[in-house]
């Protein structure tokens, strides 16, 4: 199916493992982002990506690995999980425009909980 | 600098009535301002957008209304319904290219009473 998709939807893990969240995009677009949405903080940007192999820190970034060898692909890596990390993660696409909107598009998110 | 200040937190409106958010920024270069709608258990969803060279934006029940010399910016529901009860972002950003990301408010949870 066409659009935006992540994976798992749900995940519980524990203090100290390793957890990748996936982010598939089949508009080819450019620019993809992962967000957490936490009460009181509304969405941070974590990291995002300008095309493969390119990517930059958002404003959260500490804790989060994440890599994008394929265009369609942009999976987000917590490589050792902490409490703090306990959220729900959005990933997001946008096609890049040297002008124009900004349209984003986003995943159904993943809900992560670390115990 | 790069802030999106969003008011208020959470709002509760009669079905019928007009909702209203608002929302405050600071960089003067931002020049797309889109809000974006969010049901529980959903990704957010573009739902309006307006760009600084016209003070109003009008799709169906949904208006923006923008103050460019108060770097101001608000979101008017008309005729509130029940089915309008979501999770409200506004944004910001310079348009085009690697300047284009998005800035957030932190969200206006809206619950429309029936």
């Known amino acids: 199916d066409a659009g935006i998709t992540q994976s798992p939807r749900y995940k519980i893990t524990e203090t100290g493992r390793q957890v990748t969240l996936m982010c598939h995009q089949t508009w080819s677009h450019s620019y993809m982002f992962w967000y957490r949405q936490d009460l009181g903080h509304g969405l941070r940007l974590i990291y995002y990506?300008?095309?493969?192999?390119?990517?930059d820190k958002g404003e959260v970034p500490d804790g989060y690995v994440v890599s994008r060898s394929k265009t369609e692909n942009f999976p987000l890596t917590l490589e050792s999980a902490t409490r703090s990390q306990t959220s729900v993660y959005f990933c997001?696409?946008?096609?890049?425009?040297?002008?124009?909107?900004?349209?984003?598009?986003f995943g159904p998110g993943t809900r992560l909980t670390v115990l | 600098q790069q802030q999106v200040k969003q008011s208020p937190q959470s709002l509760i409106v009669q079905k019928g009535g007009i909702s209203i958010i608002n929302c405050a920024y600071e960089n003067t270069a931002f020049d797309y301002f889109p809000w974006y709608q969010q049901f529980p258990g959903k990704g957010p969803a573009l739902l309006i957008a307006i760009r600084p060279d016209v003070s109003e934006k009008k799709e169906g029940r949904f208006t923006i209304s923008f103050n460019k010399s108060a770097k101001q910016f608000s979101l008017h529901i008309m005729d509130s319904q029940p089915g309008d009860s979501a999770t409200y972002f506004c944004a910001a950003s310079r348009s085009g290219g690697s300047q284009g990301n998005l800035i957030f408010g932190k969200g206006t949870k809206l619950s429309v009473k029936p």
């Open positions: 997001a696409s946008r096609a890049h425009r040297d002008r124009g909107y900004n349209e984003q598009f």
């Open positions: 990506s300008a095309a493969a192999d390119i990517t």
